[in-house]
């Protein structure tokens, strides 16, 4: 008798955690979630979505990078994770010079991504960022993410392949001149 209670007691509640567990529609399963100081679906153009993601960055949430990237791009979300909390600590815990080098171009170009740099106090290139966003279905989406370090204790890679950069794009920029 105890062990026939046990057994329906197990399959009742088993039953009550599938059912509450399971039971999502198609509408709850595709809703795109907005959040509200970053409105990544609300971006008019590619640099303003990339300011976002750069905003996402400085602000240690990978969560809502790696929904950003290419539907069906598998991204590596433990490695995203380190690397975006690593350089949101570096830029936040140092008293860098920040240039975006779009405003700093003038350039009306849109289409080849945005390079983001920070430099130490004595002017050395310390940290890039580049945002390579692509649109698919008029919304903007990251193509490739890359976290570009000049730093020993800093890694450097790319998304999403998700693997160490040795040849990155450096910036050729007269620094002193600015």
Same mark, same amino acid.
């Given at each position: 008798m105890a062990r026939t209670f046990k057994i329906a007691f197990f399959a009742v509640m088993t039953s009550?955690? &599938?059912?509450?567990?399971?039971?999502?529609?198609?509408?709850?399963? %595709?809703?795109? #979630?907005?959040?509200?100081? &970053?409105?990544?679906?609300?971006a008019p153009d590619a640099k303003a979505y990339a300011d976002l993601i750069? $905003?996402?960055?400085?602000?240690?949430?990978?969560?809502?990078? $790696?929904?950003?990237?290419?539907?069906? #791009?598998?991204? %590596?979300?433990?490695?995203l994770n380190r690397i975006v909390g690593m350089y949101s600590t570096a830029i936040g815990g140092k008293d860098w010079e920040f240039h975006d080098f779009h405003i700093?171009?003038?350039?009306?170009?849109?289409? *080849?991504?945005?390079?983001?740099?920070?430099?130490? *106090? *004595?002017?050395?290139?310390? &940290?890039?960022?580049?945002? &390579?966003? $692509?649109?698919?279905?008029?919304?903007?989406?990251?193509? *490739?993410?890359?976290?570009?370090?000049?730093?020993?204790?800093?890694d450097s890679v790319t998304f999403p392949a998700g693997t160490g950069i040795e040849d990155y794009k450096k910036i050729d920029y007269d620094w002193a001149a600015n």
């Open positions: 009550l955690i &599938l059912i509450s567990c399971g039971g999502s529609d198609s509408t709850t399963a %595709n809703k795109v #979630t907005t959040i509200e100081d &970053l409105p990544f679906a609300q750069l $905003k996402a960055i400085k602000t240690n949430r990978e969560k809502p990078i $790696k929904e950003e990237f290419v539907p069906q #791009t598998p991204v %590596n979300i433990v490695q700093l171009s003038e350039s009306d170009d849109l289409t *080849k991504g945005f390079d983001y740099a920070w430099l130490d *106090k *004595k002017g050395r290139l310390g &940290l890039q960022i580049y945002v &390579l966003p $692509k649109e698919v279905d008029g919304r903007f989406y990251i193509e *490739k993410l890359d976290f570009q370090s000049r730093l020993d204790v800093i």
